[in-house]
């Protein structure tokens, strides 16, 4: 049955094409003209796509001011740092160039320098109540989906605590999508990330507050995913699978934006915060055991995933379920990719931390077979 309190709410004005980055200036420009540009300091710069960004801005008379201090699994206090120079340099647009670390730490400098405080002032739901400096995303990475969400996700390292700020004000106003700048992607980077959105569009699919409107969107991630990852990871200049991944990232994002994510993110938002590790590796090799353990109370639902990754339909749910699971797995043997956490470097030693931060996420909430310490326990062991 479908749940008839539906609600869908999208503003991000995408604009996607190979080498759209090249009228990113005319884009931003309608926007404002002092720009804060958020990325990081080498792969982008390497690659030459941080000044051709920068030459675009200036070109449409856009003032740009540098913030390239992102690194993986920013911190609070990097978005509080970042807010202090926006509003330094009275900058009126937030420009987030690079993975979801830049655009994440984009839409909490936002936030800061807009509203005041610090950015861990602002973790949890519905704290940001107005209008932040409107935000810019534009990823050059096809995981995690931050162009088109409300999330934007941190690290406390006081606490060893990895939590998101949680709001419609933080949904970018644009994202600027460009297949081109992802072929800078190295396979293990395009891997990670390109799991990390075949978790959120499988994990909103599962999650108990699906509805027809974010199923549209992660089928057809699911689909795309399908068709190109493993491409991508064997021939980054595959333009077409760049492409592919990037719409398949962004649908996914819009999935989890409407309705939210299980267990996978659970575990790997309290393992991230606890280990430091690569939120997508670990999202990834989650994922097809939280998918096994969903199987009984959901395997219809998984099911009808088969005809997204092409495989033949046996007619028997349960059956078509384990398939599109093993296909799944398959993938991953495909890329060589790794299937348990030990591969992470966790140990068992670490499982009592895990499980203490774990049961706090929310996304665990979501799942649709019910998830308490005890079965927690067991699940984490059996991957480790």
Known sequence: MINENIQYFMPVNIQFGTNKIEEAGALVARLGKKVLLVTGKSAMKKSGFTDRLISSLQDSSVKVTVFDEIFPNPTDDL???????????????????????AMDTAKGIAVVAALGGSLWDYIGENKVTGDTIPIVAIPTTAGTGSEATPYAVFTNPEIHRKDAVVSQYVFPRMSIIDPAVMKTMPPSVTADTGFDALGHAIEAYMSILANPFADACSYESVRLIGEALVK?????????????????????????????VVAGHGFAMAIGGLMNTSHGRTVGILLPHVMTYNLNTIPDKIARLAPAFDLTEVGDSQKDAENVISHIKEMMQDIDYP??????????????????????????????????????????DSIL
Do not use: Y
């Open 232 to 260: 991508a990871v064997r021939d980054g200049n595959n333009i077409e699978a760049r492409g592919k991944m990037a719409i398949a990232s962004s649908l996914a994002g819009m999935a989890i934006a409407q309705v939210g």
């Open 339 to 380: 299937t348990n956490l030990g591969a992470l470097g966790i140990r068992r030693e670490d499982l009592q931390k895990i499980l203490d931060d774990s049961m706090n996420q929310e996304d665990i909430d979501f799942n649709p077979r019910k998830i308490d310490r005890n079965s927690a326990e067991k699940f984490i």
């Open 79 to 101: 978005a509080d740092k970042g807010a202090g120079l926006a509003r330094k340099n009275e900058c009126d647009v937030i420009v987030g160039f690079g993975g979801g670390s």
